[in-house]
């Protein structure tokens, strides 16, 4: 059973553009929504992170939103760079991570 | 600060064999988590170690196993390997257990099995 659903499964976006990746949970219990960021041949490095008792987070160009009645939550990356390009994963912790599929998001320059 | 280091970097086993994967969790941190990731998938959840102990499973059989050591290392082992097995093995470690303290992964532990 998927717990945690990730899309799109790829996404291309022009320099400067926004990103957006959303994920869907069904586990009531996870309360700790972390998202990673993944370079070939690099393991997952924390990007941002979100408690089910904010609905926003932002730190610098990474937006994390939450919708805790909707059990969605979604990345914004403002100002996309060629550099941001990497896989990107949503998870959801109630003790250990359960990662979404990725999205390999490609920022043309 | 040293990172969450893990050896070997790659490696390639013959279905049926026993293989041994090691990691060195970041300085201070006590706890080690072990994930396997197939190609274009997310990390899959294996275990988690917590001061020597076993505290947390996912849905692997009792051939993969593992260890952590008093300096908080730790080792992945995989009995009777299957070719279903080829994936990237992570560990991650983390400060403090229990509760969602950010997880610092490795690079990985590239294996095949053939």
């Known amino acids: 059973q998927q717990q945690v659903k990730q899309s799109p499964q790829s996404l291309i976006v022009q320099k400067g553009g926004i990103s957006i990746i959303n994920c869907a949970y069904e586990n009531t219990a996870f309360d700790y929504f972390p998202w990673y960021q993944q370079f070939p041949g690099k393991g997952p490095a924390l990007l941002i992170a979100i408690r089910p008792d904010v609905s926003e987070k932002k730190e610098g160009r990474f937006t994390i939103s939450f919708n805790k009645s909707a059990k969605q939550f979604s990345l914004h990356i403002m100002d996309s760079q060629p550099g941001d390009s990497a896989t990107y994963f949503c998870?959801?912790?109630?003790?250990?991570?359960?990662f979404g599929s990725g999205t390999q998001l490609t920022v043309l320059p | 600060e040293t990172g969450v280091t893990q050896s070997p970097t790659h490696l390639i086993k013959t279905r049926g064999q026993q293989v041994t994967l090691r990691c060195s969790s970041q300085?201070?941190?006590?706890?080690v988590s072990w994930y396997q990731q197939a190609l274009g998938q997310g990390p899959q959840f294996i275990f988690q170690?917590?001061?020597?102990?076993?505290?947390g499973r996912g849905n692997f059989p009792p051939r993969f196993s593992g260890l952590q050591f008093p300096n908080y290392s730790s080792e992945l082992n995989v009995n009777a390997l299957e070719l279903d097995d080829s994936a990237l093995y992570l560990c991650?470690?983390?400060?403090?257990?229990?509760?969602?303290?950010?997880?610092?992964f490795g690079n990985g532990t590239r294996l095949t099995v053939t």
């Open positions: 991650a470690s983390s400060q403090n257990h229990p509760g969602n303290s950010p997880l610092h």
């Open positions: 998870a959801a912790s109630e003790g250990q991570l359960t």
């Open positions: 170690y917590y001061r020597e102990e076993e505290n």
């Open positions: 300085s201070g941190h006590n706890t």
